[in-house]
């Protein structure tokens, strides 16, 4: 065993499908608009935009929450969460590094930390850099509930305050300023001034008067006169951030921050994710809203919609990207779908996957329709849906829905003819794997979930053909299908409880010899 350990060979990924679009402002254009950055599960993949190209960027040692890009493109910040009482990492990484990995055709070289912090408890709810890139902000999640300020190059803290009196959610740093940043939560936003070198970080509450409103998501324009925040209740806030710096304990305030004005539009699920357009044209600016409901907005100065701007996507869209150019931009919704859209809302979806747990994977045996090479085609399944994917491309296929179930297994016919899979109902669906459409379903499979499946390696052009099924309640069935009907052929209970995936058609069960009848109706 030993030797078999020494001689192992580490297995690094080729390529990934998939983003964790419930991460806030989880996915970001890098400044020079070549790349995409975003988080899947524990790590951050780069994303070349034109070659396709990916880099992985592994060394968290559980999920990501929340990433920031350096204004200059040459660092990335992300944190994580932890156990509750264990301190949570952030991350700085070369984002330079990555890039040439990215463009080299070496997705895992590694290599790319530079600095790991280590000060939040629990969580790091939010990440940003400073405008020039010289200090980092860092916000704990519920446990902590810190706002801590980093020296990058040093990779040492310099201050730190409890960020509120309750939770807070986001924060941003000015445009034009390093020494000055916003963060909001529960009933509060706040504008605070740092000073490193006393160190001192100093909180102004911005007036809101009698509204009290849960504000998840912050943006600040070019130039840094306003903010505009998404509350949980569906408005679109206006912030003046203009404050007094850090004054003598005696002297009074003479300019604080206070709310200007709120949207009478409301997302029906909450504002999700801000982005500031400066509109070039008018001088104006105006604010990219997406909502918890999937709706995607374009606001005016005046907080009104802008008319024709308006678009739906599929889920909660929790990021939004502007593009260098300022012309396009990224969003990415909760249902781990990335667009790709223009101002005009003109969407095109770029890349999707599965939003739950994968509960299976499956390749096709033999053949698969019209396909000369099946090995790029394989299968997945998850809750609601069933996506068949080539590999090459890393792209979908075919999307086959069922509404508020969870297919648990799947499985293909020798020939590709039948996609056969098991749901959370107790049913077996099989379905055309060219249209999607359904083909047959085997109603009482299981009294309780199907949590398994085996198909039999026979001609399905000449019937009947073999299925094997597991379910919640331990039971292993055996099938005959015919394009006509489906007959339960055998039912055995020997598991005391669910059944697991079968490894293969020809398993027996190990307390006692087969029986004829069980044999015969198992083997190939």
């Known amino acids: 065993m030993a030797a078999i350990a020494e001689n ?68 990335l910040a992300t944190g994580q969460v932890s156990l509750g009482g264990v301190k949570a990492d952030v991350l700085v990484w070369d984002l330079e590094k990555a890039k040439a990995n990215c463009d080299g055709c070496v997705p895992s070289a590694g290599g790319c930390v530079i600095h790991r912090l280590r000060q939040h408890l629990a969580k790091v709810q939010a990440v940003d850099f400073s405008c020039d890139g010289v200090y980092l902000a860092t916000l704990g999640g519920q446990d902590d509930n810190a706002l801590v300020i980093w020296d990058v190059e040093l990779g040492e803290s310099i201050c730190g305050s409890p960020a509120a009196q309750d939770s807070a959610l986001s924060l941003k740093w000015l445009n034009q300023r390093n020494d000055r940043l916003v963060t909001c939560g529960n009933y509060h936003l706040r504008v605070w001034q740092v000073d490193v070198n006393i160190p001192k970080l100093h909180a102004m509450d911005a007036k809101m008067g009698t509204m009290k409103r849960v504000i998840q998501c912050i943006s600040i324009q070019e130039d840094d006169k306003c903010a505009f925040a998404g509350t949980k209740t569906g408005e679109l806030l206006c912030f003046n951030i203009n404050r007094d710096p850090i004054q003598s304990f005696n002297d009074p305030d003479r300019v604080c921050p206070g709310m200007k004005g709120f949207s009478k539009e409301r997302f029906g699920k909450g504002i999700k994710s801000v982005c500031c357009v400066f509109n070039q044209g008018t001088g104006r600016t105006n604010t990219l809203v997406g909502g918890g409901d999937g709706v995607l907005a374009l606001f005016n100065d005046q907080l009104n919609i802008v008319a024709g701007r308006k678009a739906e996507l599929m889920g909660a869209i929790t990021s939004l990207s502007l593009s260098p150019d300022g012309q396009a931009f990224m969003a990415g919704t909760d249902q781990s779908n990335r667009y790709y859209s223009t101002l005009d809302m003109h969407v095109e979806l770029r890349g999707t996957c599965h939003c739950g747990p994968v509960n299976d994977v499956c390749f096709p045996s033999g053949e698969y329709k019209g396909v000369h090479d ?151």
């Open 8 to 75: 192992a060979v580490e297995m690094n990924p080729e390529a990934v499908i998939g983003f964790s679009g419930t991460v806030p402002a989880g996915l970001q254009y890098t400044p020079c608009g070549r790349y995409l950055v975003y988080p899947l599960g524990s790590i951050i993949v780069l994303k070349n935009i034109k070659t396709n190209n990916q880099a992985f960027l592994e060394a968290h040692t559980n999920n990501v929450s929340c990433l920031a890009v350096s204004p200059d493109g040459t660092k």
């Open 374 to 524: 099946a090995s790029q085609i394989f299968i997945t399944c998850s809750e609601n849906d069933i996506r068949i994917w080539n590999s090459a491309l890393r792209q979908e296929l075919l999307r086959i829905q069922v509404p508020n179930l969870t297919c648990n297994c799947i499985g293909i016919t020798m020939k590709g003819n039948t996609i056969v899979s098991g749901w959370s109902d107790g049913k077996v669906r099989a379905f055309f794997p060219e249209s999607g459409r359904l083909k047959f379903v085997i109603t009482d499979a299981h009294a309780e979930s199907v949590t398994s499946l085996a198909v039999c390696n026979e001609d399905e052009d000449r019937p009947p053909w073999r299925l094997l099924t597991g379910g919640d309640d331990g039971r292993v069935r055996i099938w005959n299908v015919s394009s006509s009907h489906q007959t339960l052929k055998q039912s055995m209970k020997e598991h005391p409880a669910r059944s697991a995936r079968s490894a293969s058609p020809r398993a027996t069960s190990p307390r006692s010899p087969p029986r004829p009848t069980a044999r015969a109706s198992c083997g190939t």
